[in-house]
């Protein structure tokens, strides 16, 4: 059984802040890394932020210094904290989890939608 649950999303003004949580059903043992990826309408899915099991992150250059992301292990849980939030930044985010198997998987998805 593998599976991943997201929350944390919904509508805020710009400047404001959320946190995502993504929740992974297998051990965090057996992840090899945790990342979040979204999409807008009419756009492909990016990258926005991953964390490897040796703690290495990455960020796209959009939301560099603005969003954190953070592990978990005794939950294996993976957050992403957004502040000082734009109207760009409005998409739907994606949880996602590669195995030391191999398998990458998805989470459903929650959208994050910032207007005034």
């Known amino acids: 059984q593998v599976q991943l649950v997201e929350s944390g999303g919904g509508l805020v003004q710009p400047g404001g802040s959320l946190r995502l949580s993504c929740a992974a059903s297998?051990?965090?043992?057996?992840?090899?890394?945790m990342g979040w990826y979204r999409q807008a309408p009419g756009k492909q899915r990016e990258l926005v932020a991953r964390i490897t099991s040796g703690s290495s992150t990455n960020y796209a250059d959009s939301v560099k210094g603005r969003f954190t992301i953070s592990r978990d292990n005794a939950q294996n849980i993976v957050y992403l904290q957004m502040n000082s939030l734009k109207p760009e930044d409005t998409a739907a985010y994606y949880c996602?989890?590669?195995?030391?198997?191999?398998?990458?998987?998805w989470g459903q998805g929650t959208q994050v939608t910032v207007s005034s």
């Open positions: 297998r051990s965090i043992f057996e992840i090899y890394a």
């Open positions: 996602n989890v590669v195995y030391y198997s191999g398998d990458s998987i």
